[in-house]
């Protein structure tokens, strides 16, 4: 953003006192607040500071907050002007929350402003546990809302942060969790560029995010948290960031224990801080008095570091008392208040997807008899995912469904399954009950205990990844047990941040709808949607590959044969695919070119008689796709609201970042030839074809 006079001057006010606060400093205090968990300087009028607390779905991790949908699911809404919304819902619930427990002395963790939010990693294989913490495969899409989140989070005050945003992990990780403290990993400078990289550079550069994270794992032999051509030479000289560095927590620890680039802690700071990292998760900085007296460091290389940290906390009001800080009376009743509620049930409606539907839905809410079972039904746990905070309401799918139905209509429930063991009775009501339901409505699928972060999936015994994407088999028997009793009627309800594998499930099943982790009103939006109080809108933001056997080596980070982008085959569901309750057609598509912008317009015509809100993709394929650039690429997308009945002409301006190829140089450029336009309901494949895909393509010449 170009700043005011005014705001240059209060800029320029702030970086000198900054420096007047680390001239002060003793060289242990200077050292002090480097570290995550920072001591206060009361000479000073500086407060203790712990710089790591989480926002990924709402202010997680310090009691009671608005739950989002995961973000895998807040991908799956296609909407960044609801992502921004969500962002700033977050940050205004994070500024009452930090008033409140500075009231009471309260310097805890997760009690601060700089959220170590949003996971931008690309999720490359479906099998990675973490995945469900991302917007998905695609680099625009992720880098669009990415940069939509973070804006929301800061606010829009030329000088003052509301909370300080964060991309995280910087750079090349998306698994396996087991490996990542001590992988090295050498991507292609055309993966680098092309799929690594653009996310984070949309965020630096469109968003100004304050705070970029290093990840566990190193690139080129260098760790992502002590590496020179990350944090220095791409992300500060390159890209022009301005903010501060954070590494992921015991990565630099890493540094020495993991990767074995360093013999001593001491020299482990060195490589951090010389690299341009500034504040580190965890302690290992402890060492850095050692690094000085070995002369790896010296007291001039601290300030350098500490200058973004002070302004950081000093764009956030809170280094020292600041009354000029807008977001200073931010009131506690905006938690968890009304509209916040409303916001997250509007984002879970949005974030669902459904993937079939032979015409069981939408539900009668007079239906006569109804059957709902599934482990995750009636808990509340399936809707969270991970990195989540705690609301004071949840509404279970359960709850939901029976919220919708009439008073004349006889509901049941049981569980029926376990989460992932057979079930030990040899007497299951569940099955009978199920069957003998003119509807049966089945909650199957992942949760936190399955997949998730090294240490959190206490069910999984490969650090919460997934070795297949199959579901355990004790739901799928339950599932199979069901249908050959029950000929029509069976609804399969999806849960979970990652793609499976819907083969069998698909042939089971009269409707699937993919839910994800829907948070706190999950339940109301699903039963919305379940009885045709909303249409769905939500799309795929990954490839549901069609047999997880037949993917690429988890360990291999090369892209081919990964995502909508490079894959030929193994499709089941492609990226941005999802129905609704009417159909869209798309045709007449047409794109105009000049020196200036490329612009492509379609016709939309929804002949149904519901109203639709469509996910209309642009994607481009460029000279040499499927060789020298990807199969082809989302260039632009768009919710599009149409009538029973009506047309739209909708138009769309192309990035010029989004028609480029990058070479094996990483050098991106505007290759001279025929480009082809695709509009379309989802990733143009044979697989979209067969499954009635509408699209409608365009081709133009372009000029270097």
Known sequence: MNLSATAQDRMAQLEQKARDIIAQLTLDEKISQLMNETPGVPRLGIEPYDWWNEGLHGVGRDGRATVFPQPIGLGATFDPDLIRKVGDVIATEGRAKYYVARKNKNYARYTGLTFWSPNINIFRDPRWGRGMETYGEDPYLTGTLGTAYVKGMQGDDPVYLKVAACGKHYAVHSGPEGTRHSANIEPSARDLWETYLPAFRMLVQEGKVETIMGAYNRVYGESCSGSKFLLTDVLRKKWGFKGHVVSDCGAVTDIYAGHKIAKTEAEACAIAIKAGLNVECGNTFRAMKEAIDQHLLTEADLDHALLPLMMTRLKLGILQKDDECPYNH?????????????????????????????????????????FVTGAGAADAFWLMGNYFGISNRYCTYLQGIVSKVSNGTAVNYRPGVLESAPTRNSINWAVDEAAGAEVTIIVMGNNGNLEGEEGEAIDSDTRGDRVGIRLPESQMKFLRDIRALKKSGIVVVLTGGSPVDMREISELADAVVMAWYPGQEGGYALGDLLFGDANFSGRLPVTFPADGDLLPDFEDYSMRGRTYKYMTDNIFYPFGFGLTYGKVEYSGAQVKTDKRKTTVTATLSNPSECPVTEVAQVYVSAPGAGVSAPLQQLAAFRRVKLAPGETQVVSFDIAPQQMMTVDENGDSRLVKGEYTFTVSAAAPSARSLELGVSMTSAKAYIKK
């Open 330 to 370: 931010i009131s506690e009743d905006v938690i968890c208040s009304e509209p916040n509620i409303q916001l997250s049930k509007q984002a879970a409606v949005e974030s669902m997807v459904l993937l079939k539907n032979n015409g069981v839905l939408p539900l009668k809410k007079d239906i006569h008899t109804l």
